[in-house]
């Protein structure tokens, strides 16, 4: 508690946790399982005309989206976990306001694999 009794001192981390608490409405799973680190995000052109009920995280995410971002980049850009932002942009694609895209697999097998093998004998040497 801080020295006036007013609520949770900020500087002990508990703010934090109950500020990330009421973002996403006390939930831990998204609505949708569709989010990796690597899917890519677009928000829709007309999410602007939409953002009387959204969160002021809602509108950054938004505006990172455009162009596609991805979802480890969002996370990063806002100061986020990555659970909670999911969470959020779950229920960005639940309202119509952003478009997801899987990650694309590897184009075939690795053809750098002698540079693979490099790399891990660096590293095993450090």
């Known amino acids: ?12 981390g508990t703010a934090n946790l109950v500020r990330l608490f009421t973002l996403v409405g006390g939930r831990t ?9 690597l899917t890519m995000v677009t928000s829709v052109p007309s999410w602007q005309v939409r953002r009387d009920n959204l969160l002021p995280e ?3 995410m938004l505006e990172l989206c455009s162009p596609s971002t991805a979802v480890a980049e969002i996370s990063a850009q806002l100061g986020l976990p990555v659970s909670v932002t999911i969470i959020m942009l779950s229920d960005l694609l639940d309202a119509g306001l952003i478009l997801v895209h899987p990650p694309s697999p590897p184009s075939g097998p690795s053809e750098d694999l002698d540079l693979l093998w490099k790399v891990r004998d660096s590293l095993d040497r450090l």
């Open 29 to 37: 799973a998204p609505t949708r399982d569709v989010f990796t680190l």
């Open 1 to 12: 508690m801080s020295a006036e009794g007013e609520g949770p001192d900020p500087s002990s």
């Open 58 to 60: 809602h509108c950054r």
